[in-house]
């Protein structure tokens, strides 16, 4: 991963002694005493990190493997890449990156998140990774050097995606499809009508290949409250909505997830 001064915009080095980086500049960031980079100047906001109980409860949704075949719907369109380095921009507590790198043998992998317990947690349990608190919408990437970037639903302006990527750089980009979490939506809207599909148009950067990923899970009472309280569409929510869903809501969620690859021209 190249890296960038986030003052001065300089390329950054490390520096061997104290594992840290430092740019030709002089502005030196070490390492937290666990590993990890911290590239966002002075303090932080405290709403950046989920609370403990709200970052344990994801990741043990994840761990569960409710996202399995997302998961290997991305590997299969990754492993034809060859071996390469994949920058997860708003990677979390690490998830996609741990079971990528099982999947994708002799890769290397990296992310940035604006959380600093959800960092902790990613370099934690992958520390041959490079996991780095920034915010992903701003990563201190230098320009043309991103070999893959993977990005889930994150607001990134196209033109920042494009200047990061090295020529002949990859994006997997992820997006909902008109029917992900369809059931939660008509909980909550019993008017909800489905949108027609619609693919992305990235300006600068050439499709390669588009995939549709629809999956259902089993839910419960637990794993119905955990949706609530980690989806968009349940933040929305009033209290007698949450009350009926989680109490009697279904016993199925659709999944519906688009992946497409993109390649920046050489």
Known sequence: MHLQCPICRGALHLHEASRGVYCDKKHHFDPAPEGYLDLIPGKKDPKDSDSRMLMRAKRRFLEQGHQLPLVEAMASLLAPLGTSELIHLGCGEGYYCRVLAERLPGWRFGGFDLAKNAIFAANKAQPEGHFVIADPAKAPLLPGTAQVLLVNDLKIKTEQLVSWLAPGGYL?????????????????????????????????????????????MTMDQGLRSHILETSR??????????????????????????????????
Do not use: I
């Open 172 to 216: 997997l980009y992820l997006q909902p499809g008109p029917r992900h979490q369809w059931q939660l939506r008509t909980s909550l809207n019993p008017v909800s009508m489905e949108h027609p599909l619609s693919w992305p148009a990235l300006t600068g950067l050439n499709p390669l290949q588009q995939v549709r990923c629809q999956f259902s």
């Open 233 to 266: 569409l349940g933040w929305r929510a009033s209290g007698e909505q949450r009350h009926a869903f989680t109490h009697q809501g279904p016993d199925a969620l659709e999944q519906d997830l688009l992946l497409g690859l993109w390649q920046k021209p050489l």
